[in-house]
């Protein structure tokens, strides 16, 4: 068995000890735990370089080791190194392993091949020096990580001379590095979501996972271990058939992916956006998506390739087709039914079923429709109105309203009523126009 080296700073120490405190070679060799032929050999090359304690002193233990140690001889291997760069892109396409790998290296080895052992200890070694981090292996197809920048881009509005400031989505999926960004104006929910889903179309299919932060724009409850999807966002999964899996809160390497991606769209499209004026949030993303196809044609550094023929080669056939139907994004509001059946989202008033006074129900508010869920069933739905007023169906009201309701729009309050009290029915019905009061409200005040 091979004797442990000797560190450089217990060779200093005896060589102080030898030249400043002049002890024998027997004593420093006592003090060291050393034999006295060790001490002997170090000694007689320190003489050999021509050193004394002085010089010796002033040296770091770098430059002690290189005038001191023999360097070693280089090795030449008499086997054939694998092409450790394609092992490593190999193994992010699905169901390939090192087995697999070892066995079709073994079989076209021109020369003497490594043995399976040797073999994936080369290659963890190889891996190890990629990046001083921990390495998180991503599947072909698996995971697309989503997050926004923190460096915004100034659009000036020319009609009004005001400056806002445009917010950067960044999307990059795991195994090949593809990147995606653009531009909206804010980062709430609307925006997260069509953000995501304009990545999904750049894609040209769906991951099996999207890896966001935990914004309270997607995310309802942040938690450690039990996080909960928001309704819309939830809606936004199950249409694209992909799995969330939130990041841990404060634990950024869980999305090491997209910081990455995050911080080369700042260095490679921001960076040189930066002196251009833009008038318009179409008009910056017309700009970034110019850049974008060069940044995911630039080549790697250590991995052969670039983004875009990664992206060909690893997540393009594992990603899954899109929905043949467009995501319609839609808000989810929780509102408490009035007393008159009605619920209120934006000075708008929409009927329910009057059985549900004083609940409260989810409302799903499209660009086109508003609707009303109860415990999870559809109970009402109303086209969205543009100018502020009551939406009623004749369904929702009781069988009282319902009837004067009708009795009102045969004329009743003009031809039915007797004489003396024609001028209040008169009031009552110009009041009522006027301040656009549904029917139900007559049976509230003549039943």
């Not at 080895?109 to 073999?119: K, L, M, V």
Request: proline share 6%; net charge positive; charged share 25%.
């Amino acid at each position: 068995m091979p004797s442990r080296r000797i560190t450089i700073r217990r060779i200093k120490e005896l060589l102080r000890l030898r030249y400043e405190c002049g002890l024998s070679l027997e004593r420093v060799a006592r003090a060291q735990n050393l034999s006295k032929g060790v001490v002997a050999k170090y000694l007689k090359r320190a003489a050999a370089a021509g050193m004394v304690w002085e010089v010796v002193r002033e040296l770091d233990e770098t430059e002690l080791a290189a005038r001191l140690q023999r360097p070693a001889p280089p090795r030449v291997s008499s086997f054939a190194a694998p092409d450790f760069a394609w092992i490593h892109q190999e193994l992010k396409k699905k169901s390939v392993t090192l087995q697999l790998l070892w066995e079709e290296y073994r079989a076209q080895c021109a020369g003497r091949p490594y043995g399976y052992t040797s073999f994936c200890i080369h290659y963890r070694r190889w891996a190890l020096r990629l990046k001083r981090s921990m390495r998180q292996v991503h599947r072909a197809g698996e995971k697309l990580f989503v997050d926004y920048a923190g460096q915004t881009v100034p659009v000036l509005d020319a009609s009004t001379g005001e400056i806002r400031q445009a917010q950067v989505f960044v999307a990059a999926l795991g195994a090949s590095n593809y990147t995606f960004a653009c531009a909206t104006w804010t980062q709430q929910s609307v925006d997260w979501i069509g953000a995501q889903v304009d990545a999904l179309g750049f894609l040209g299919g769906c991951p099996e996972c999207v890896v966001p932060d935990n914004p309270r724009a997607l995310i309802a409850n942040p938690d450690r271990y039990e996080p909960e999807v928001g309704r819309a966002y939830a809606e936004f999964a199950t249409h694209y058939t992909v799995a969330i899996l939130p990041a841990r809160p404060r634990k950024p390497r869980d999305k090491a992916a997209v910081e990455s991606a995050v911080g080369v769209v700042s260095r490679w499209i921001l960076a040189r956006l930066r002196h251009r004026q833009f008038f318009s949030l179409a008009e910056l993303n017309a700009a970034m998506a110019s850049l974008l196809t060069e940044l995911n044609g630039r080549p790697f550094k250590k991995l052969p390739g670039c983004r875009r023929s990664a992206f060909e080669v690893l997540d393009r056939p594992a990603l899954r087709p899109l929905p043949p139907t467009a995501f319609e994004l839609a808000q989810w509001k929780t509102a408490r039914v009035s007393i008159d059946y009605h619920v209120d989202f934006e000075r708008h008033y929409y009927s329910v079923p009057n059985q549900l006074v004083r609940e409260e129900i989810d409302l799903r508010i499209t660009a086109r429709v508003v609707e009303c869920f109860h415990r999870g069933k559809r109970v009402a739905s109303h086209a969205r109105s543009a100018t502020p007023g009551y939406s009623t169906i004749t369904e929702h009201m009781p069988a009282s309203h319902r009837a004067h309701r009708e009795w009102s729009v045969r004329g009743g309050c003009c031809t039915g009523a007797p004489r003396a009290a024609a001028p209040r029915w008169r009031w009552c019905a110009i009041y009522w126009n006027l301040n656009r009061i549904p029917n139900k409200a007559t049976a509230l005040v003549w039943d």
